[in-house]
C-alpha cells in the first residue's frame, strides 16, 4: 500500500536554528498538511497545501514556519528560527482531494527536539 | 466547528468486541464522521467514515444514530494491536482546507 514518507526520523537541532522537515507524500496526492503533536497533547493542523499555495493556516503557523514543495515530490516544512516550544512530533498527510469525506494519509512523524 | 465528545480510555479483553462512543450533538447536516487511530509512536490512521448509513469496512464498522447525533465505531475482535488512540472527527466543510480538529480520543487498552 502506498505510504507517506518522513525524513529525518529524528531532528535534534539548538534554539535559532533553521530546520527542514522532509516527507514524500503518496505520488498522485494532490493535497498536503503538515500537523503536530507536542508530548502528551492533541494532535494539531498547522498548514494545508495545493498547487503550490497554502490554502489554509491555523494560529500556530506564524512567520516562523513555510511549507515548499521544491519538485515534483517532495513537501517541506521550514522552521526559521526554532524555539524551545517547537520540540514536538510533526506528521505531514496527503490526500487525493479536499472533499469533507476525504481519507488524510499520514507519514510516522519527524520528532524535533529543540535544546 | 460541531465538536465530539469521548471518553477518556476504554479497556478491552483480546478477541472481544468493542464499541467506542463518539457524541457529536452539535452535527450539520454535511459534516461527515470520520475515525482515524494513533498506534504508539505512529502517526494517525484512516479507520472509516460515514455520513448517515452505517459502514463496514475490513477493520471496523460504524454505526450511526438516526439522529446523527452519537455514532459507535465497532471492533468486531480486538487485537493486541488495535490498542491506540482512536479520534472521532467531523470534517470541516468542503473546500475548507480539510482540516482535521483532533481531539482527546480514546484510548482503548487491549487485555490478553
Known sequence: ????????????????QEVILRCVPISNHLYFYWYRQILGQKVEFLVSFYNNEISEKSEIFDDQFSVERPDGSNFTLKIRSTKLEDSA???????EA?????KLFFGSGTQLSVL | DAKTTQPNSMESNEEEPVHLPCNHSTI?????????????????EYVI??????????????AIAED???????????????????YCILSVRDNAGNMLTFGGGTRLMVKP
Open chain 1, 89 to 95: 512530533m510533526y506528521f505531514c498527510a496527503s490526500s
Open chain 2, 28 to 44: 450539520s447536516g454535511t459534516d461527515y464522521i470520520h475515525w482515524y487511530r494513533q498506534l504508539p509512536s505512529q502517526g494517525p
Open chain 2, 49 to 62: 467514515h460515514g455520513l448517515t448509513s452505517n459502514v463496514n469496512n475490513r477493520m471496523a464498522s460504524l
Open chain 1, 98 to 102: 479536499q472533499r469533507s469525506f476525504e
Open chain 1, 1 to 16: 500500500e502506498p505510504e507517506v514518507t518522513q525524513t529525518p526520523s529524528h531532528q535534534v537541532t539548538q534554539m535559532g
Open chain 2, 68 to 86: 446523527r447525533k452519537s455514532s459507535t465505531l465497532i471492533l468486531h475482535r480486538a487485537t493486541l494491536r488495535d490498542a491506540a488512540v482512536y
